[in-house]
């Protein structure tokens, strides 16, 4: 019997031939993901770690992204813990405020490779799943225990099966693929398991692939995995990871899946998530017209460039309504610089959007962009659970980057494609 | 003894349980637990006592991996947690945290107001009422870390050993 991506990775990864989900096997990850939250991992542990050093320093990532800059004295507290504990542990892989948020360093650094193993202090880790890399996210005493011994267990998951097939059609993009597939699955339809993905996906972009994977958490997955084509290997080399660097490995033709879904992609059309669940989902159609206060456009989800690009499209010689605030927030300062490059920023700006610090700020309702009781935002963000942007009284919906355009131009929740439409007429 | 019930919600996320906001300004025991369960049961955080059992429905925990919910339920002694599922981060904090975990639906839709519950999570046995139900008990390597007081307590053994 063959093996799905999750079992022949963990096989691999504990030296063994054969592995069976639900079997507990001992690994030692390829890399520990931590942000803000190290100064917290670090507080656990500090007389062991004097005691027994960090075991692996060079495997410890750091990106400084949560709540940067700081925003308040306990804030900056936090932040000097985790640069002292750096400098006496000799952490080499640690970036400080303004570089990115964690997720899409990882990746732009090339730490995230095909065939590797990360985990990180965060759930959203299971984002490097779109270049083959089997990533989840762990608790705090997990990580601290990570950086003492450099070992930790997993559980081998049973998996889910999706195979694709056609590509999206203009104005509908990843995000609304993945929302749909929530919507279906159900926010723990994919609770422990593996989420591999199958058939064309190749007619998926780097970036699409990453906001699938980014989100396969909120379907309760442990990890969400594309195989690794000529696309993902040129994107790797154009990040300087050749080929040499990694071993990437895909599941078995006879592999075992619990369940099996097919999607078409030709027929997905723009969705939203509604408050406070991923999983209640519903069409734009169905939601249109209900009134924003505030838009968000980035985060790890939908940050890249592309996303950015695609908004712009939309708001290029418009103005975001009067009674709608646009939030900026590009996923790492390389991404900032392609679109201060392109042009993409002056056409935002111009829009009247205010650009965020490249970080987390107001996706999880720490720093900057808070609700008000009453209000509702309408975000490329992963969660919209209740309280998230620091407003339990608030309400989140979550959209695409060309839906979130749209609708910042309307004042309202917008179809994508009918702006197109309105422009030919 | 109280039963604190969820039952009928699923889905409680960490979110709910402590929100982000507080995140990265709170993570002792003391900053935790006045915001405990804020935006879910602001009941909650003033009237839990040790001893006392939280019932909720599928896929509690879900979210964030931030770990101020099971540190907070661990330290104001909550007993149990007994769900029909769990989400998994939430799931391996609890482990590491020696926090117990029980998952049992049935257990969840036998349990009226006022039902007597007793359980022992060795034998992976719940009894509502007198009715009783079976829970999958732990594989061996994770009840060592349970029994050991949590991850970190057992980390500090097996680097002890390690080094003499
Ligand atoms: S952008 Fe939001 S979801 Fe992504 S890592 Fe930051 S807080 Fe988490």
Known sequence: MGMTFAEKLLARKASLDHVVPGQIVFVEPDYLLSHDNTSAIVGKVVDL???????????????????????????????????EYVKKFGIRHFYDVGRGICHQVVLEEGFATPGSLIVGSDSHT????????????????????????????????????????????????????????????????????????????????????????????????????????????????QIGVTPDRYDSLWADEDASYERAFHYELNSIQPRIAKPHAVDNGARVDDVAGLKIDQCLLGTCTNGRVRDFHEAAEILKGKHVHPDVRLLLLPASNAILNTLIQDGTLQILIAAGSVLLPTGCGPCLGAHQGALAPGERCLSTSNRNFKGRMGCAESEIYLASPATIAASAVKGCISDPRNIEMEAKQ | MKVWFYGDLDGINTDMLFPGKYTYTCSTAEEILPHLLEDLDSQFASNVQSGDLIFAGSNFGCGSSREQPVLGLKAVGVEAVVAKSFARIFYRAAVNQGLILIECPKAVEAYKDGSRVEFDPNSGTISVDGSVFTFPTLPPEIIAIRDAGGLLAYTDAVLKRKKD
């Open chain 1, 126 to 237: 299971c984002s490097y799943g779109a270049v083959g890399c089997f990533a989840t996210g762990i608790d705090r005493t997990e990580a601290a225990a990570l950086l003492l011994t450099g070992k930790t267990w997993f559980k081998v998951p049973s998996s889910i099966k999706i195979t694709v097939t056609g590509s999206l059609p203009k104005h509908v993009s990843a995000k609304d693929f993945i929302l749909q597939i929530i919507a279906d699955l159900g926010a723990d339809g994919a609770g422990y398991k593996s989420v591999e993905f199958h058939g064309e996906t190749h007619n998926l972009s780097l970036d699409d692939r990453i906001t699938i994977a980014n989100m396969g958490i909120e379907m309760g997955a442990k990890a969400a995995v594309f195989p690794v084509d000529e696309l993902a290997e040129e994107y790797l080399l």
């Open chain 1, 49 to 83: 770690l004097d005691q027994y050093g960090v075991a692996n320093p060079d495997r410890h990532i750091i990106v400084l992204d949560h709540v940067v800059p700081a925003a308040s004295e306990k804030h900056a507290k936090g932040h000097k813990v985790i640069r």
